[in-house]
């Protein structure tokens, strides 16, 4: 079978490696755990390796089957790895991987026809099953009922074990265990009367396949001997039973990871497995890369300084980057008075930046929840900067798009002058009818328009160079463009696009920009309001770190104190900012006014100090100060809370959010007055709910007369 290989291309896939990434990829075979920082070059470390082991004989390219977690990633490994020559080698998201190979083994597992995959329809499923129990079928309750089916298989929970699960892990969606369960249950029992999957069944039918019939396990390990997993902090426990089921007792797999950037708990993640990958295999060689390429020292010195403040990290998982570009300027820290304001002033820097050379392609404005995205995207337009949002329409969707991909199959099938033509004129006349130019056009559908086409010329030019270099001079034929199009349509891998990116801090893992706005960094945005335990608190830190390690050069991070323009200023500062901001000062402190009493400082209830943090004023008392509170109070609250979101038809934190809950739980207020001094609870909830929150709090029961 290795003799049939296509040769790699390249001298030597070690060459151009650092000290640390050729240990990693010339590691001999078996279990290697390769523990990357951010922008330490874990892709190009992970693939030198995959065509090392290749190249020395020791697995062929269709031995190997490398797996991560997002469509995008694994677009990259395939790149990568065929511009390395390494043809065959499969690299997959999890599920695809385990789709194709619950396709292949059906017949003999199953028998029947194949089970069609339920996607689009998932929500509708849902609130059948919740209407079935008796649960709201508002779109926002289905969808956080989904949330919880899919956690839920992702740890291997099922309906019956999922009340004491939910329960013990702190999960709360304002319905009663018991009745998520029931929906969860119901959900199961009508995919399967109707013979439908959804992507967490892919996971777990071909787990079993593999674990229950021997013969489908032994030819699946015949054909593929050596792993790698990559991000693998975020596993959860079904892809780490698959990942279990492909090895089958082996141990030569290679993972790749960072549990500074564990950013996923809530749907199941956990670096646990990194953690402890050592105990699990003694013999594992371990390699750090900690030399950041991505970043100037500026940046990796402040990344530096956020990740050391986490707590409870192994020290030996503990990564500190040294940065490895030329210093750059420092990052900047803004306070602004009001939420347009800030947007005004970043649209203004980046319409600067643009204007300096920096491609608007890449730039980047990172914000916690995508509700952040509005007051940017008029920002922008305003100075008239392009932008993009990402994690909306797909690009390979795009209306232009899709007209573009038609026209250049059409244009192919008659290309008479394959390996002649300068590629990209050649796409260039086919995108031009289209509404592609030299020029950018200055309407704004119609710039739209073209920046989808636009990325396409660009990928064409891009493509070119890349295929010369390995091929000897020789120029790549429109049907190979068109190819390469396919592929990454199909794996969702899309070109960049020319235009501001507006994302997410979850949506931004695992991409980088030559200058990065964080905004909104304001307590109650980050950390996120109901982020109320340690270890939640801990995750937004992760997470604002992974948003501070996407900057190569320019880093600018800023806050607003009012939400909208002549508004209270109440908002602080983000506690991570505390010790950042600035040489030797931090930032100007705005303390937010106590609720009891206008102008007068909130201190704790029990210890007597200043209180910062929204959570903390919210419950009146230091976050590491004892709790009195009432356990058997916050399930009635919690219950009632549930009742009431149902009887209103509303998600159950516009009753009361889980913080407010806990603050009552702790303070048992006896009337009106004690429910207003809580941060949180005004004189619109106190008529709208206090009567029925105060019979709670006393232990009678709301519904009786």
């Excluded at 070059?41 to 004989?57: E, F, P």
């Amino acid at each position: 079978m290795a003799s049939a290989q296509r040769p790699i291309r390249s001298k030597d896939p070690l060459d151009g490696l650092d000290p640390e990434q050729r240990a990693a990829a010339s590691a001999p075979r078996g279990p290697v755990c390769v523990l990357a920082g951010a922008g330490t070059g874990k892709t190009r470390t992970i693939t030198r390796r995959i065509a090392y082991l290749v190249r020395q004989g020791h697995v062929a390219p269709t031995q190997v089957l490398a797996v991560t977690f997002t469509a995008r990633a694994a677009g990259e490994l395939r790149a990568r790895l065929r511009q390395l020559g390494v043809d065959g080698a499969q690299a997959r998201t999890f599920h695809a991987a385990a789709l194709r190979q619950l396709r292949y083994f059906w017949p003999r597992v199953v028998g029947d026809a194949q089970w069609d995959l339920l996607d689009g329809n998932k929500l509708r499923l849902v609130g059948l099953a919740a209407n079935k129990v008796a649960l709201p079928t508002e779109t926002e309750v289905l969808r956080d009922l989904a949330g919880e089916i899919e956690w839920a298989k992702a740890c291997l929970v099922g309906p019956d074990e999922y009340p004491s699960a939910a329960r013990a892990r702190r999960r709360d969606i304002g319905h009663p265990a018991e009745r998520v369960a029931d929906a969860y249950r119901t959900y199961e029992e009508l995919k399967n009367d109707r013979r439908l999957l959804d992507f967490d069944d892919l996971l777990l039918h071909t787990t079993a396949a593999l674990e229950e019939h021997r013969e489908v396990a032994e030819e699946f390990r015949d054909r593929y001997r050596c792993f790698v997993v990559d991000e693998y902090q975020d596993i959860t426990p079904a892809q780490q039973r698959l990942l279990d089921a492909w090895l089958g007792g082996r141990d030569d797999v290679t993972v790749v990871g960072d549990a500074n950037q564990t950013i996923y708990s809530f749907g199941g993640a956990s670096p646990r497995p990194l953690l402890e990958f050592t105990r699990r295999y003694p013999n594992a060689t371990v390699v750090r890369l900690e030399r950041d390429y991505r970043s100037t020292p500026q940046v990796v010195e402040l990344a530096n300084r956020v990740i050391s403040g986490a707590r409870g990290r192994p020290a030996g998982a503990r990564l500190r980057l040294v940065g490895q570009r030329p210093d750059g300027p420092r990052p900047t820290f803004s306070e602004y008075d009001d939420e347009p304001a800030e947007a005004a002033a970043v649209a203004r820097q980046i319409r600067d930046l643009v204007g300096n050379g920096v491609p608007a392609a890449e730039i980047a404005v990172l914000f916690r929840v995508n509700a952040q995205s509005e007051s940017y995207e008029q920002a922008l337009a305003d100075v008239g900067v392009p932008y993009q949002v990402r994690g909306g329409e797909r690009f390979f969707s795009r209306q232009e798009v899709r007209q573009a991909m038609a026209a250049l199959r059409t244009a192919s099938a008659s290309d008479s002058e394959a390996g002649t033509t300068d590629l990209p004129a050649l796409v260039g006349r086919v995108l031009a009818p289209l509404g592609w130019g030299l020029r950018q056009p200055s309407g704004g559908a119609a710039r739209e328009r073209w920046s989808g086409l636009q990325a396409l010329y660009e990928l064409a030019q891009d493509f070119t160079a890349e295929f010369t270099a390995v091929s000897a001079g020789e120029r790549p034929a429109l049907a190979r463009y068109v190819a390469e199009l396919e592929q990454r349509a199909s794996s969702q891998h899309p070109p960049v696009v020319d235009g501001v990116t507006l994302a997410s801090l979850h949506a931004a893992k695992g991409l980088e920009w030559d200058a990065v706005f964080l905004v909104g960094l304001a307590e109650g945005t980050v950390p996120i309001q109901h982020a109320t335990t340690e270890d939640a608190i801990e995750e937004e830190r992760r997470l604002f770190y992974v948003g501070v390690t996407r900057a190569r050069e320019h880093l600018a991070l800023s806050w607003s104190l009012s939400r909208t323009p002549g508004g209270r200023p109440h908002r602080r500062r983000s506690r991570f900012l505390h010790g950042l901001a600035g040489e030797e000062e931090p930032a100007p402190r705005v303390r937010r006014p106590s609720r009891r009493r206008a102008g007068t400082r909130a201190v704790c209830r029990v210890c007597g100090r200043d209180l910062e943090s929204t959570l903390e004023i919210k419950i009146g008392r230091c976050a590491d100060c004892p709790s009195d509170i009432d356990e058997e109070l916050l399930e009635r609250l919690r219950q009632w809370r549930a009742e009431k979101a149902k009887e209103l038809k509303i998600p159950a934190f516009v009753v009361f959010t889980d913080a407010t809950l806990v603050a009552i739980a702790e303070q048992r207020p006896t009337d009106a007055r004690g429910l207003v001094a809580i941060s949180g609870i005004g004189t619109a909830k106190v008529e709208r709910f206090g009567e029925e929150v105060l019979t709670v709090v006393n232990d009678e029961d709301p519904g009786r007369e």
